[in-house]
């Protein structure tokens, strides 16, 4: 049997360590030194070498729905019809689980992420121009098709910025200079088919006459702006807080089901940077960047309040080696993915560290044990680092998962990168 080279490397630092020490020396503990290098090395349970890692799933999708190479793609989702949907610079494709091309819809500037719902409607965050007064303007839009599945798509809707902003409506709905700057990052979906959009954008004075825009909104599936969720600061970052967000998910996700629970929690990433990158050359970091929001009913409507079950699993270093509530644990989250179909997995893609992070439900970082290990703490499986190697990412943006696989959208490399997770320890 060949070795990978994480389990070579732990047998070689195996074999020198009986050589020069004495074996009750080594073995009769597992706080010493090398133990803790050998099972490190080997990522194993300390009674046996064993590998639980993702590994890559060849070839890479690097093909559009139109049968020609992706350019930068931004963001990729497993749809409810078991079609991929991948946005990039120059629109929206749609390819069958084998990457195989299904269709693809041209967008002018290209398109930056993209979810389904459970009717299989799609909605595509996007830039358009519009002319008003005699000035073409390019604003932020939410692109809304239906017929996607069946290959006869459809555009249904399209949500703006500022006219579609509830509390732009009736005060200054016509754009002002700063609208130009403002972006739609991410789409989540709710199980009445009610969409949380995340926006960033550089006007967050609470004293100003118009919302933040830094913030969560909620769309009906006609489009209307029920909601604005205020109670997330757009400046201060902190544990309910949307600080130039880049993301949001539900955990109404794939595969599909005939009851969801009719709740509002939801997940946020949030980035440093206003533009969602570094631009001074400076990189930054926030205390935590993915915020776990849990909406409570109470008698005066719904409060957003923090996810308390994962800070108080963050203070206890007996339940894991990492958690999601590590300070600084991330520099520029972009993209996140929480695996519905019993695993509970929650996928962080950080274009900071060019890594893919993997978490429990309970926000421990790593996977469940594989049966008959004698640990029950998680074990960490998240990768990356910056290259064109197959464990590595060049700028990842997008991230998604479907019958246990992930696809990653690895924007600088030009490709759709596929893994599983490997539970098989001959």
């Known amino acids: 049997m060949m070795l990978s080279p994480p389990r070579l490397t732990a047998v070689v630092l195996l074999v020198a360590a009986l050589l020069g020490t004495g074996c009750d020396d080594l073995l009769g503990t597992k706080s010493d030194e090398t133990s803790r290098e050998i099972f490190e090395a080997g990522r194993a349970d300390p009674d046996v070498l064993k590998e639980v890692e993702y590994v890559p799933l060849f070839p890479f999708f690097t093909q559009g729905g139109d049968g020609t190479t992706l350019q930068a793609p931004t963001d990729v989702y497993a749809g409810y019809d078991e079609l991929l949907y991948i946005t990039d610079a120059r629109g929206l494709h749609v390819l069958d689980r ?57 555009l249904v809707d399209i949500i703006w910025h500022p006219f579609d902003d509830d509390s732009r409506r009736f005060n200054r709905p016509d754009p002002i200079e700063t609208d130009e700057q403002v972006e739609f990052t991410g789409v989540g979906v709710l199980a009445n088919n009610h969409i949380l959009v995340t926006r960033r954008g550089p006007v967050n004075d609470v004293t100003s006459v118009i919302l933040p825009h830094n913030t969560v909104l909620e ?13 997330l600061s757009p400046t201060v970052p902190s544990l309910r807080s949307a600080v130039n967000p880049t993301d949001i998910i539900t955990f109404v996700q794939p595969p599909q089901r005939a009851f969801y629970p009719l709740e509002k929690n939801f997940i946020l990433a949030q980035s440093p940077y206003p533009n969602g990158e570094p631009t001074s050359g400076t990189r930054d970091s926030l205390r935590f960047a993915v915020l776990s929001i849990q909406a409570v009913e109470t008698p005066d409507g719904i409060e957003y309040r923090p996810d308390t079950e994962k800070l108080q699993v963050a203070a206890n270093p007996d339940r894991g080696d990492r958690f999601l509530y590590d300070e600084f644990r991330f520099e520029n989250p972009t993209d996140l993915m929480f695996a519905a179909d019993g695993t509970n997995y929650l996928f962080v893609t950080d274009a900071g560290k060019d890594s893919l992070f993997v978490f429990t439900a309970q926000g421990i970082e ?36 479907f019958q246990r696989i992930v696809y990653v959208a690895d924007t600088g490399n030009n490709r759709i990168s596929r893994f599983r997770l490997n539970t098989d320890f001959e």
């Open 98 to 154: 084998a990457g195989r091309p299904a269709t693809f819809l041209p967008i002018d500037g290209g398109a930056t992420s993209v979810t389904q719902d459970r009717r299989f409607h799609v909605y595509v965050t996007a830039r358009r121009d519009t002319t008003l007064n005699g000035r073409t303007w390019n604003l932020p839009v939410i692109l809304h098709y239906d017929g996607l599945t069946t290959g006869s798509p459809r």
């Open 219 to 231: 769309f009906s599936p006609a489009g209307v702006n029920v909601q604005t969720i205020v109670a």
């Open 366 to 401: 790593g996977v469940a044990p594989p049966p008959g290990a004698t640990s029950t703490r998680p074990v960490v499986v998240s990768f990356g680092g910056t290259g064109a190697g197959a464990l590595q990412f060049n700028n990842p943006q997008g991230v998604a998962y």
